[in-house]
């Protein structure tokens, strides 16, 4: 055995080839040291806060605040925090323009069959709106998103009638199914 190894290293081109896999071993097996960002978590906390919200976000946000003022308002309900998700964003719906084209012919061949051929072409394209040197699609009507659940916590809830006249309010202006709205005493009052 020791004699073919010997007459194994003894060839050139076999020692080559050993020494360039044993260093490709030796990369291989060298431990990598993961680069740390240097960012402590403060710092990324504050930069997804900074991140800009979506135009839903936006919404659920502006919601959320009109219907705790308007909630807040009515008697007995005392201080009220809600919570709105939606079930789909809204959409922007742009004007096409479209055109419309209808050819009919007819033919007749030598053994007198007829023969009638009508073609209608149709073609849409979206009618873009230029101000300041950019274009913009023009829309012509905004779906507001749709309103999945609202949950109410509130003060004055499970006191006489508060939790019901929420309910109420909160079906109306959303115009929910009464399963899609739940309201809750606010945790810290009695």
Not at 152 to 175: C, D, H, R, T, Y
């Amino acid at each position: 055995m020791i004699e073919k190894l010997t007459l194994f290293f003894k060839n050139k081109n076999n020692l080559a080839v050993v020494i360039l896999m044993g260093i490709l071993f030796m990369v291989i097996a060298m431990p990598v040291k993961k680069k740390e960002s240097g960012r402590s978590a403060e710092e990324v906390m504050g930069q997804e806060e900074t991140q800009e919200a979506s135009p839903g976000e936006d919404y659920v946000r502006e919601m959320e605040s009109r219907l705790e003022e308007t909630l807040s308002g009515l008697e007995g309900a005392g201080e009220v925090k809600v919570m709105i998700t939606l079930s789909a964003l809204g959409e922007e719906i742009p004007d096409k323009d479209i055109s419309c084209s209808l050819s009919e012919t007819g033919e007749e061949d030598g053994q007198g069959g007829i023969r009638n051929v009508k073609t209608e072409e149709r073609e849409t394209a979206t009618v873009f709106l230029s101000e300041n040197g950019s274009s913009a699609p023009y829309v012509v009507k905004t779906l507001t998103p749709e309103v999945q659940g609202v949950i109410v916590l509130a003060q004055g809830a499970g006191e006489g009638n508060v939790s019901m006249e929420i309910m109420e309010a909160v079906k109306v202006i959303f115009g929910i199914e009464a399963n899609r709205v739940k309201v809750l005493k606010l945790r810290g009052t009695n």
